[in-house]
């Protein structure tokens, strides 16, 4: 026998028109979907003119009065932020309410204060559209991939980043112009500095790192840089060397010796890098997003699709919406969660420090273009154990070189050293760039 799912709607913007759009046209989906009864409507202003028809008794300003309604038994909160959406998460769980939200800035800070409440009122609080847009991946790692040893997640999770990337490379346009026209396109968050400082890619692999290497991590130590310093100069001469500019995002198991650790470490950073034209990352355009998994003993796999926009995010959302409504099928009882489907973490994880994070680097150093220039730059890294993979010198004009030089994988401490020591060097005019390089 059929049960009917009453759903509160918080927030009618670009998710949430998404998930109307799909709840009032059910035909030709799952029939799930015609169990949910979209019952009461929290928005601002319920005079604004929306991209959906709603039945303006639908709407409240009241946000709490949604919550509140007995009618409803899953909220979904699309409204984003930290406050109010934490304290009204917290209230749906606490009246036994289970809540779907796309909203990574709260569940990357507060989301073990959440899993804990839901898990002690028996209450689910599904995630899927927080991290990826419409690529599943969230269940994925809670479930598909539940039997594998996870190694390193590499990601680009910010779509609008991936768009103003995309078309500064291949148009020319400036990362402003390309900006404003991710905003209209519903890509950019409200405040679009957390998508071009990034912020919103910190949140979500922070999400990424806790599912897959199972506890919760410290979201303000992850290492973040945006796109905004980008420089093209830097784009066209990784162009040249066979690379494209992504912002990546990076989680990885740091092995330490063979004892066994309490916490486990990790390295998680955002930062735009260098990604070899031939990696499969490197064809992942516009606002597409790719999450590429290293796992034992799956090997690798990557999960590709549109990463922002009211329709893939309303698909996430929406797939969350049925797993609730397939579960309230089956079971009335909420109290017995499905404990691969309720967010759970089963060990503490740590993030090495900065300066312990091995990676490969682009450095661009503005010298004079002297004989012995090289060799003394050579040196020094040497010196500071750091190996070069490649040193090349570009344009020259005025006694002066761009030299561009990428070394192997080599702790940023190390290479911290060697760039003091290079910039101390007369023949140095400055380190005019250093990014990161899959
Ligand atoms: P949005 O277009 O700005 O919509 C936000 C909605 O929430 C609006 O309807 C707004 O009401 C309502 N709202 C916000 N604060 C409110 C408050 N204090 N009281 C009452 N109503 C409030 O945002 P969005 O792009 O749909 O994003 C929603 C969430 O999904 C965010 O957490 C975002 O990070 C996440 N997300 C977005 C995307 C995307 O592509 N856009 C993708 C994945 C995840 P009014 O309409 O009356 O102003
Ligand atoms: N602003 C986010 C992005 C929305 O551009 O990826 C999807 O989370």
Redesign the pocket.
């Known amino acids: 026998m059929s049960k009917r799912i009453g759903v509160g709607l918080?927030?009618?913007?670009?998710?949430?028109?998404?998930v109307v759009e799909i709840l009032q046209n059910p035909e030709g989906r799952h029939p799930l979907v015609k169990e949910l009864d979209l019952i009461r409507i929290?928005?601002?202003?319920?005079e604004?003119k929306?991209g959906v028809e709603v039945k303006k008794s639908l709407l409240t300003?009241n946000?709490e009065e949604v919550i509140d309604d007995p009618k409803v038994q899953v909220i979904i909160?699309?409204?984003?932020?930290i406050e109010?959406?934490r304290k009204l998460i917290m209230k749906a769980i606490s009246l036994g309410k289970s809540v779907v939200?796309?909203?990574?800035?709260?569940i990357a800070r507060h989301g073990e204060e959440i899993a804990l409440a839901a898990a002690n009122a028996g209450v689910y609080v599904l995630i899927e559209?927080?991290?990826g847009?419409g690529i599943p991946i969230i269940e994925p790692l809670k479930q598909s991939l539940g039997g594998n040893k996870i190694q390193k997640i590499t990601g680009i999770i910010n779509?609008t980043t991936n768009y103003i990337l995309t078309r500064m490379t291949k148009e020319g346009m400036s990362c402003e112009e390309v900006l404003k026209i991710a905003q209209n396109l519903?890509?950019?968050?409200?405040d679009p500095t957390?998508d071009v400082d990034g912020l919103?890619a910190a949140d979500k692999i922070s999400i990424l790192s806790g599912l897959a290497f199972g506890g919760p991590i410290n979201r303000s130590e992850v290492l973040t840089k945006g796109i905004k310093q980008l420089n093209s100069q830097d784009v066209a001469y990784a162009n040249q060397l066979g690379y494209c500019v992504k912002l990546l995002a990076i989680a990885e198991r740091i092995l330490k010796g063979s004892q066994k650790e309490q916490s486990l470490p990790l390295a998680v950073s955002v930062q735009p890098t260098l990604v070899p034209n031939h990696h499969p990352l490197a064809g992942v355009h516009g606002v597409n997003n790719a999450i590429f998994i290293e796992g034992n003993p799956v090997g690798r796999v990557m999960f590709y699709g549109p990463?922002?926009?009211?329709g893939?995010?309303a698909s996430?959302v929406v797939a969350d919406l049925l797993n609730i409504a397939g579960i309230s099928q089956l079971n009335s009882n909420h109290k017995n969660l499905d404990p691969l489907l309720a967010a759970s973490s089963w060990r503490t994880c740590h993030l090495v420090k900065t300066s312990e994070i091995i990676q490969r680097n682009y450095i661009r150093l503005k010298a004079e273009d002297n004989p012995g220039v090289i060799g003394k730059i050579g040196s020094h890294f040497g010196e500071c154990d750091v190996s070069i993979q490649s040193i090349v010198q570009f344009d020259t004009s005025n006694k002066e070189a761009e030299i561009v030089v990428i070394t192997h994988q080599v702790s940023n401490g190390k290479v911290q050293e060697a760039l003091m020591r290079i910039t101390a060097l007369k023949e140095i005019k400055g380190i005019e760039s250093h990014l990161a390089c899959l």
């Open positions: 918080l927030g009618l913007g670009t998710v949430g028109t998404g929290g928005v601002r202003d319920p604004r929306r300003k946000l909160e699309v409204i984003g932020g109010p959406a939200t796309a909203n990574k800035a709260v559209a927080a991290v847009g779509g519903g890509y950019a968050e409200a957390a919103d990463g922002a926009g009211a893939p995010t996430a």
